[in-house]
């Protein structure tokens, strides 16, 4: 059933207070609800409560049991209910059945909830809505033995004994909460703490906790914690506002985090890290989302959503928080490339999609299949738009403006864009709204033309708006507010003008720039300055200029794309050029495009001062699947084959620079995360990968011999990585080796399935239906789904999509059978089945018979149907 935005009603009744007892057994769960509701609107007859999956034992009004009530699937509604009064029920849940994840459920031997977005309607009944909010005071009764530890949001304010081995603790949270920011966890867990103090003054007790077996890795989550609270302050002097805040790592869980007021529920692979078994990476990505989840206390649970439809009031929000946060933890143009992939190589990729929606959506079927690279990227960008064109202080004014004039509230992303227009005096309400509401990707064009006479220099930018799957009229696209930076350097890379931003709100504009002796080169949306494609003719020349002198390493990077992207599509055309026996000759780059583009590399390996760490990232080629976005043109099997001989190509003319820079001693412990220690660690590694593509015995022996000496997992997985270019013993043997060392660490284990699942090999798909049956792999456990079938069709895109079309079939199997445990997590894994557009007409057919099988599903979850009905109905 569809939900509209335009639907919106404020809800009858609100809710004064609440009080729950959770009473937790083995086979059964009893949760009692004391609820104080007053009418709104004494018009009013009927309470209408959200309910799933609850069996209900009683309901009574003001201490009085009654039966003026009816029950149904999704909710229970109460008759001719006075204007004020409490509500007493009691229900009977599972949660030891629970394999949705959502709700109260268990994973491993740990009680826990996630009620983002709608879970706590699997808890009791409830106004279930985000604009609903109220206080809680909760009661937990377990077993002493099995659940020592017992936990839910705010303050412990008793503990003590329930008899018969029991045991409970209650629990009060002073802060009005929404349903969705309710938390709940019993276990046998083990703890770290550490107090920490705010600039006002607070004392605040930060705990990590984790099955007993893994405590020993949660050191850097509870450093990362302090960093988090201490940056907020600083930065945006947001302090924390309880006296414990608290993070839980669990097993089973369908998304990364979750922030619950002063309760934090986590995946586990993004609090539990040693440097033996988690890469440098990991430890970036734990410390990204600690940060991600703790902003949220105040982006998010103090100001909260009016409806779900508001997600990225908080989300984009919080995503801007924490790339500024990351940025400064690292560099800035480092976390900015990590983001600009996200959204050009998926977000845009959705964008063009039969999913393709808005930031701010109208409708949805399933609001979780709304926690979208659009709702949370591409919203994350907008906001990024904002601090650019009104300065970073100008926009801690408006974020502190919109913290006063809401807090305690729930409200929409018109309510942001007002306060921050009112500290900035610039209209984000009018124009610049759009982004909300208009879904794609814009495309600037740029044409720029040099008149050697007069000196000048123009540059002519326009704005193009294609219909989308949700918007399928021209008529539906209007002109965006897009800022544009630019620079202008000489063709020796000397800067001829300081940065500067164009913002674009006509379709078309040009600006002009006088005396200019030479035809100057332009770098254009510098930092990614707006999400849109950039369609910009430059020469060969130029670009090579850009790659080497810009000092915007967005703009390098693109432009060293653009330049390995000429050279893929020279080779493809020398595939395509007719000829009697296509494909036998061996293909080769031309010896110019060549020896320019190895100029380059050797000038960012041996001359460049470029941060270690945005080095890496330049020398890294992009995957398959970048440069098959880059060249839509061409069907798969000839960008695969062409950036294959690219990539060897490159790696044999650069084995001299990059065997020179490995055979540099290292600098660093392989133990030490400083950032120094990251950064030569990334540039080693990069030269690496780089050199593996050549695929020769020497690489092979390289790569084995970097196994063998590594100590930490950086070292390790890029090492195995490398070896896993090739199929060769060196590849089995580390396999093994790995699989031994790291069988009973699930986050370790993880890598070892997506390494099988990412080779380039025929039968990777043989080996990922093997793994399948292997005792450590579950399909109740999300990050094992992902680490396997995941990695295999969403990473390895010339094995999944083989022609023979039996990843297709693999994934429709999976889809089939993971609808029947968790919906959620079905419907993300059908992701890559819902990009058939993308396609060669043979791969099409096959796909959307795929899809065909899936809608057919009886029964199906709604999760499931909405993203597979949308892919079916577009042309
Ligand atoms: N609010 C969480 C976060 O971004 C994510 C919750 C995901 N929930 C879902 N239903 N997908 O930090
Ligand atoms: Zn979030």
């Known amino acids: 059933q569809t939900q509209y935005l335009a639907d919106y009603k404020r809800a009858d009744f609100t809710i004064e207070q609440v009080t729950l007892d959770f009473s937790l057994f083995d086979n059964q769960t009893i949760v009692t609800s004391k609820i104080v509701f007053k009418k709104t609107n004494n018009r009013v007859k009927n309470l209408h409560l959200t309910g799933e999956d609850l069996t209900l034992l009683s309901v009574s009004i003001d201490q009085k049991e009654t039966s003026h009530y009816e029950v149904s699937d999704t909710g229970l509604t109460i008759k001719q209910v006075p204007n004020e009064f409490t509500l007493s029920t009691q229900v009977l849940i599972h949660p030891e059945k629970n394999t949705l994840l959502s709700g109260l459920y268990r994973s491993n031997a740990i009680f826990c909830t996630q009620c983002e977005a709608e879970g706590f309607r699997r808890i009791t009944y409830f106004l279930d809505r985000p604009d609903v909010m109220t206080t809680y005071q909760v009661r937990i009764e377990a077993d002493k033995t099995q659940y020592p530890v017992l936990l839910s949001n705010g303050n412990l304010v008793e503990q003590g004994d329930a008899g018969q081995n029991r045991h409970f603790a209650m629990w009060h949270d002073p802060f009005p909460k929404p349903s969705y920011l309710f938390a709940l966890v019993a276990g046998d867990l083990a703890c770290i703490n550490k107090t920490t103090t705010t600039q006002s003054g607070r004392d605040v007790l930060l705990e990590i906790y984790t099955e007993k077996a893994f405590i020993n890795q949660a050191d850097y989550a509870l450093g990362a914690l302090e960093r988090s609270l201490k940056w907020d302050e600083e930065t945006f002097n947001l302090a924390y506002d309880l006296d414990r805040y608290m993070i839980v790592a669990i097993s089973d869980f369908n998304a990364g985090a979750m922030e619950n007021k002063g309760l934090n529920l986590f995946n586990a692979k993004y609090v539990l890290a040693s440097p033996e078994t988690a890469t440098d990476k990991d430890f970036f990505n734990i410390e990204n989302i600690i940060g991600h989840e703790y902003f949220h206390n105040w982006s998010g649970n103090r100001v909260t959503c009016r409806d779900w439809f508001q997600l990225s009031l908080k989300e984009g929000l919080t995503v801007f928080r924490d790339a500024l946060f990351s940025a400064d933890m690292t560099t800035k143009g480092y976390k900015r490339l990590e983001e600009v992939r996200t959204v050009r190589d998926h977000q845009f990729i959705e964008d063009q999609g039969p999913m393709s929606h808005p930031v701010r959506p109208s409708s949805y079927i399933e609001i979780n299949n709304f926690y979208t690279l659009t709702v949370y990227e591409k919203g994350g960008e907008i906001i990024r738009m904002m601090y650019q064109m009104m300065g970073a202080e100008t926009f801690k004014r408006g974020l502190a403006l919109y913290f006063e004039r809401h807090d305690g509230q729930a409200v929409t992303v018109e309510d942001f864009a007002t306060a921050m227009s009112d500290a900035s005096g610039i209209d984000l309400t009018g124009q610049f709204f759009r982004w909300y509401t208009q879904s794609g990707t814009p495309t600037v064009r ?39 930076a630019y620079r202008l350097f000489d063709e020796a890379g000397q800067s001829l003008c300081d940065e500067r931003t164009i913002v674009l709100t006509e ?61 893929v599509s020279q080779l493809i055309g020398q595939q395509t050029t007719p000829q009697k026996t296509p494909q036998k000759t061996p293909q080769s780059i031309p010896q110019s495009t060549l020896t320019q583009l190895v100029g380059t590399y050797e000038y960012l390996l041996t001359k460049d001062n470029t941060p270690a760490i945005e080095k890496a990232e330049l020398l890294a080629l992009p995957s398959l699947s970048v440069f098959f976005s880059l060249l839509p043109e061409h069907p798969l099997d000839a960008v695969d084959q062409a950036v294959k001989t690219l990539s060897a190509a490159l790696a044999q003319q650069m084995s001299e620079p990059l ?17 120094a220690a990251v950064s030569e660690r990334s540039y080693r590694n990069a030269c690496l990968q780089l050199l593996s593509y050549a695929g020769d015995t020497d690489s092979i022996a390289r790569a084995k011999n970097a196994y063998d000496q590594a100590q930490g997992m950086t070292n390790r997985l890029a090492a195995l990585e490398a070896l896993n270019q090739t199929q060769s013993p060196e590849r089995e043997a580390a396999l093994s080796d790995f699989y031994q060392r790291f069988e009973s660490d699930p986050q370790a284990l993880d890598k070892w399935f997506a390494v099988h699942a990412s080779a380039d090999f025929p039968n990777t798909i043989d080996t990922v239906k093997s793994l399948a049956t292997h005792p450590k792999f579950q399909l109740t456990n999300p990050n094992k789904v992902r680490a396997l079938y995941g990695t295999f069709c969403m990473r390895n895109l010339a094995q999944f999509h083989h022609p023979s079309g039996q990843g297709y079939r693999l994934l429709s199997d999976l889809i089939a059978t993971l609808d029947t445990i968790n919906p959620s997590l079905a419907a993300r894994m059908a992701s890559p089945l819902t990009q058939w557009q993308r396609f060669d007409d043979a791969r099409q057919d096959l796909m959307k018979t795929a899809l065909t099988t899936l809608v057919n599903l009886q029964p199906i979850s709604d999760d499931l149907y909405e993203i597979i009905s949308k892919s079916l109905a577009v042309e």
């Open 507 to 567: 379709s078309e504009k040009t600006i002009e720039f006088g005396s200019l002796s030479k035809r100057p080169v332009a770098s254009i949306l510098r930092n990614f300055s707006a999400p849109v494609r950039l369609h910009f003719e430059q020469s060969i020349d130029d670009l090579h200029t850009l790659v080497r002198f810009d000092d915007d390493l967005f703009v390098r990077y693109d432009a060293l794309h653009h330049i390995l992207k000429s050279a």
């Open 446 to 484: 740029v044409n720029s033309l040099y008149d050697a006479q007069s000196k000048t220099y123009k540059l002519t930018f326009s704005q193009h708006h294609l219909p989308t799957a949700d918007q399928a009229n021209q008529a539906d696209k209007q002109d965006l507010v897009i800022p544009i």
């Open 659 to 675: 065997q020179a820079r490995l055979s540099t001693p290292c600098e660093h412990e392989e133990h030490d995360l400083s950032f």
